[in-house]
């Protein structure tokens, strides 16, 4: 059975510290592979999605940036952190060509002070 | 890639039916519709999803018009456990692999 996990869980980090975040699935091969951001009370926006190794298209210009330097491996980073990049990130991926259904990790949240 | 309307927010009782409804008018010929929950601090959970006509699955049903722009999610008999964020998602039509979601319906089932 396939599976995704993302970790850190749970991480604070000053403003203009650098970060990354990873994910990784399992039990499948050539999956999409998204980045999802949560603020807190808001909706899901999507940042990053990829369909192949290093294919990375990004949505929002930001001071983020994403990686995939495996089949099954995406990694969301950030050079210099910004307060606003605080919020819940969720990776998730999809069967490439698929019907759009999304299977989701256990998020990681992200706290900027 | 089509955009998705819901409303906000919604109130209910516990063992009512509740009926959320989703809109798509830009629909793709070879989209589907799929509804997911998200609980607080965690990601969204799939619910159920559809083409055309009607799905049902053991949590909910999917009532789609035959013109498929707009889609209805229905939970029978609601428990204060559906209290949720609820989200439709139209897409898998494109080979970009994008997937956007709308704003969701935060459910409230109050006892």
């Known amino acids: 059975s396939q599976t995704i996990h993302q970790w850190p869980a749970t991480l604070v980090q000053p403003v203009g510290s650098p970060l990354s975040l990873e994910c990784t699935v399992e039990g499948t091969s050539n999956p999409n592979l998204y980045w999802y951001r949560q603020a807190a009370g808001r909706g899901l926006q999507l940042l990053f999605y990829s369909v192949g190794i290093g294919q990375i298209s990004s949505e929002v210009p930001q001071n983020l940036s994403a990686s995939r330097p495996q089949d099954r491996q995406f990694i969301l980073s950030s050079k210099k952190l910004l307060l606003s990049d605080s919020g819940f990130y969720l990776c998730?991926?999809?069967?490439?060509?698929?019907?759009?259904?999304?299977?989701f990790g256990e998020g990681s949240r992200l706290t900027v002070l | 890639l089509a955009k998705t309307t819901q409303p906000i927010s919604m109130d209910s009782y516990e063992g009512q039916e509740v009926n959320i409804t989703c809109s798509h008018n830009?629909?793709?010929?070879?989209?589907?519709i799929t509804w997911y929950q998200q609980f607080p601090s965690q990601g969204p959970r799939f619910i159920i999803q559809?083409?055309?006509t009607k799905v049902t699955n053991e949590v909910a049903s999917l009532f789609i018009p035959a013109d498929r722009k707009s889609s209805t999610l229905s939970l029978p008999r609601v428990s204060l456990s559906d209290t949720a964020v609820y989200y439709c998602?139209?897409?898998?039509?494109?080979?970009?692999?994008?997937?956007?979601f709308g704003q969701g319906t935060t459910l409230q089932v109050k006892p």
């Open positions: 998730a991926w999809s069967v490439d060509r698929g019907s759009g259904e999304l299977f």
């Open positions: 998602l139209v897409g898998g039509s494109s080979n970009t692999g994008k997937l956007i």
């Open positions: 830009n629909i793709a010929t070879n989209d589907y």
């Open positions: 559809g083409y055309k």
